[in-house]
């Protein structure tokens, strides 16, 4: 996996007794990866485009790439929790799981817990080839999803053109906000293909110091303060 990614990854892989291997860089370069693969082996790679929490993304031809470059037994995971918003802003980075018929030993990840709106549903997906779904499948959790979630992702799949390209509209024209108090302070950030932005302080500014005097003056606020 690369260098800053989905923290679950990690916590999972050590519950199972697993080793992790990062890349050099948050972002998920072919070179990188690669070398990595080759030094250690891994039976499971995890590809997270766009990734959380940089907001970056990759390329759907470098994905491709790594895909194509790796043994078939080999456990591909590309986590496209975000692909809605990367899908929006530029098809370069859209991935389907169309994309990844015919190769085995891929899954793809989605959600419907960010340009869907029901995160508090907790409803995500897999797609793979059915060998694949069988051996996951026995492993699987007998309670892992409730009826009321699973109602309400059917319904949202109904609503895909509506709701869900309102709200990544509304998403592209409210990034610019903080790209522009970005650009007006002086900090640079990484460029987001997700629902967030990755704002990169470096030495000007302590990221912990920060998030503690927002909590304070949002505790202090008449409106949100608690009791």
């Not at 907790?122 to 699973?150: C, D, W």
């Amino acid at each position: 996996m690369s260098a800053v990614t989905f923290a679950m990854y990690e916590i999972y892989a050590k519950q199972m007794g697993a080793k992790i291997y990062r890349t050099a860089s948050y972002e998920h370069k072919y070179d990188e990866f690669m070398e990595a693969y080759r030094m250690y082996k891994p039976e499971i790679i995890y590809l997270c485009t766009p990734n959380n929490p940089t907001g970056d993304a990759t390329s759907k031809e470098a994905v491709l790439e790594i895909i194509k470059s790796v043994d078939k037994d080999t456990l591909v995971v590309v986590d496209a929790a975000y692909m809605e918003y990367a899908s929006a802003k530029d098809e370069k980075y859209a991935i389907t799981p169309n994309d990844l018929i015919g190769f085995e030993n891929v899954i793809y990840l989605g959600t419907f817990s960010k340009a869907y709106g029901l995160g508090g549903m907790r409803v995500g997906y897999g797609i793979a080839q059915k060998e694949l779904i069988h051996e996951l499948h026995k492993m699987r959790p007998p309670f892992n999803i409730s009826t009321l979630s699973l109602a309400a992702a059917i319904e949202a799949c109904k609503d895909d053109d509506g709701f869900v390209s309102e709200s990544i509209a509304l998403h592209q024209e409210q990034i610019k906000r903080y790209e522009a108090f970005a650009n007006a302070h002086g900090f640079e950030y990484i460029e987001s293909y997700t629902n967030f932005i990755t704002y990169l302080f470096d030495d000007k500014m302590n990221s912990t110091s920060l998030a503690d005097a927002l909590l304070k003056a949002w505790c202090d606020y008449p409106k949100f303060g608690f009791l």
